[in-house]
Nanobody
Framework: QVQLVESGGGLVQPGGSLRLSCAAS????????MAWYRQTPGNQRELVAS???????NYADSVKGRFTISRDGAKNTVYLQMNSLQPEDTAVYYC??????????????WGQGTQVTVSS
């Protein structure tokens, strides 16, 4: 079974930075895409950033210019560099991996989440 482990969350002041890590139990090459989502109490999870196996990236409008998603195949790890953090970025951040099951189906895997709190 695929396992994803997030780390790097914590408490940071407004304007500060954090780097989240998502370590996968296998090679990133088995996934067609990796993504970071975030969720606050009472809300649905929202897509923050994604990266395909081909290197194409997408970002939510709210984080463009501040967050960067990247990957290190040698470490089987995906990162989310978060700069200029603001209180509205406070959330539990989740890593998601997607792999092809067949030509018409996909399988998605989620990490346990890591808390990011932006407060003075």
């Amino acid at each position: 079974q695929v396992q994803l482990v997030e780390s790097g969350g914590g408490l940071v002041q407004p304007g500060g930075s954090l780097r989240l890590s998502c370590a996968a139990s296998g090679s990133l090459s088995m996934f067609i895409s990796m993504a970071w989502y975030r969720q606050t109490p009472g809300n649905q999870r929202e897509l923050v950033a994604s990266i395909t196996n081909g290197g194409s990236t997408n970002y939510a409008d709210s984080v463009k210019g501040r967050f960067t998603i990247s990957r290190d195949g040698a470490k089987n790890t995906v990162y989310l560099q978060m700069n200029s953090l603001q209180p509205e970025d406070t959330a539990v951040y989740y890593c998601k991996a997607v792999k092809l099951r067949s030509m018409s189906q996909i399988e998605s895997y989620w990490g346990q989440g890591t808390q990011v709190t932006v407060s003075s």
